[in-house]
T-cell receptor
Framework: DSGVTQTPKHLITATGQRVTLRCSPR?????VYWYQQSLDQGLQFLIQ???????AKGNILERFSAQQFPDLHSELNLSSLELGDSALYFC????????????FGPGTRLTVL | AQSVAQPEDQVNVAEGNPLTVKCTYS??????LFWYVQYPNRGLQFLLK??????LVKGSYGFEAEFNKSQTSFHLKKPSALVSDSALYFC???????????FGSGTKLNVKP
């Protein structure tokens, strides 16, 4: 158990809909990262937050947004969903030092029908 | 641009034989290097990391990796493979003073009995 929790575990929805994925980092970790893992594109970095502020942005679509709340949990919002958004979405957290490794949650499997 | 390459999509080894999973990187700056393992339908688990010091680092489950600065490589090794080592392995790099982690495309390790 990494200490990172993600809900829900599975999500099935229709094209055009909006969903919210939730992540709670390990106790004490201020950084939260979001990744998308699909069969054809591997692990894609989406966005990072540190103590409530956006720190780094990757290949995140404009239809996607995220935020980190004062209690440090984070939410990834996906809107106007398309079939191609079906993937595993992982959240990870890490400590403050650049040498700290990331701890990954179990992921949310999103299926868009 | 920063990048990490895992040149082999798949590595097949027999149980009891040594295994190597290759990783090379191209970054501007001092790299921090990581290996993660992913079992089916699970999140990524941290195996080991190189920050500084001894080029040979030892990690979980008997794995080790060697940092080679001149060849910009960080290959993952294990002297004797187990069937239970079969999984997807990811190499990742982080540059000092930068927030993003860069992941390789992953290598599927198959260990046959």
């Amino acid at each position: 158990d990494s200490g990172v929790t993600q809900t829900p575990k599975h999500l099935i929805t229709a094209t055009g809909q909006r969903v919210t994925l939730r992540c709670s980092p390990r106790s004490g970790d201020l950084s939260v990262y979001w990744y998308q893992q699909s069969l054809d594109q591997g692990l894609q970095f989406l966005i990072q937050y540190y103590n409530g502020e956006e720190r780094a942005k990757g290949n995140i679509l404009e239809r996607f947004s995220a935020q980190q709340f004062p209690d440090l949990h984070s939410e990834l919002n996906l809107s106007s969903l398309e079939l191609g958004d079906s993937a595993l979405y992982f959240c990870a957290s890490s400590g403050e030092r650049f040498g700290d490794e990331q701890f990954f949650g179990p992921g949310t499997r999103l299926t868009v029908l | 641009a920063q990048s990490v390459a895992q040149p082999e999509d798949q590595v097949n080894v027999a149980e009891g034989n040594p295994l190597t999973v290759k990783c090379t990187y191209s970054v501007s700056g001092n790299p921090y290097l990581f290996w993660y393992v992913q079992y089916p339908n699970r999140g990524l688990q941290f195996l080991l990391k190189y920050i500084t010091g001894d080029n040979l680092v030892k990690g979980s489950y008997g794995f080790e990796a060697e940092f080679n600065k001149s060849q910009t490589s960080f290959h993952l090794k294990k002297p004797s493979a187990l069937v239970s080592d079969s999984a997807l392995y990811f190499c990742a790099v982080r540059i000092y003073n930068f927030n993003k982690f860069y992941f390789g495309s992953g290598t599927k390790l198959n260990v046959k009995p």
